[in-house]
């Protein structure tokens, strides 16, 4: 379920597109205190966030910030899947776990499906571990209208498969 574009963002949320400098450590230590990813998935998260800050947007990642009070409780990377007309993956999506459960991660995807829709709408593929740790994010994923479109046996390790999901985003009205 994408959340109405005009409901105001949950208790005081705000969000913005630009990344800083300082986004760098408070991403970092976001995604780690969630504590379900690898340390090398950590690593991957940050070279997103520094490649996005070095070469802006022709990096192809784009960003939705949400912050409470200046503070970072959440994001999304994004951006076009190369070599298609209108994909899209969602490279992450972290909350604070002091945050989670607060529609913080609902306002936090809605937000980057209109964006999609603004760029004239498309699909959007989530990637995600089939690790018990992954549950909770895929029943969130499912509860966000994405559907299960893929499942690939041992990918990311024996017993780890990697399950994608899918949501199509109609075009912003003009």
Do not use: H, N
Request: glycine fraction near 10%; include cysteine.
């Amino acid at each position: 379920m994408c959340a109405d574009a005009t409901a105001p963002p949950p208790g005081g949320l705000t969000f913005r597109r630009r990344p800083y400098a300082r986004d760098v450590a408070a991403l970092a230590r976001l995604v780690a205190a969630t504590g379900v990813f690898y340390p090398t998935e950590l690593a991957v998260a940050r070279e997103i966030l520094e490649e996005r800050l070095a070469r802006g947007t022709k990096s192809g990642y784009s960003f939705v910030f949400a912050e409470r009070d200046g503070v970072l409780v959440g994001y999304t990377a994004w951006g076009p899947i190369p070599l298609t007309q209108k994909s899209y993956d969602l490279y992450w999506i972290a909350v604070d776990p002091d945050a989670q459960g607060g529609g913080v991660g609902q306002a936090l995807l809605a937000e980057t499906e209109r964006d999609v829709a603004r760029l004239g709408g498309g699909r959007i593929y989530i990637e995600t571990s089939s690790r018990p740790a992954y549950e909770r994010t895929r029943r969130f994923y499912v509860r966000a209208g994405y559907e299960e479109v893929a499942r690939l046996e041992d990918f990311y390790a024996d017993g780890d498969d990697k399950i994608m999901y899918r949501k199509v985003v109609p075009a912003a009205p003009r």
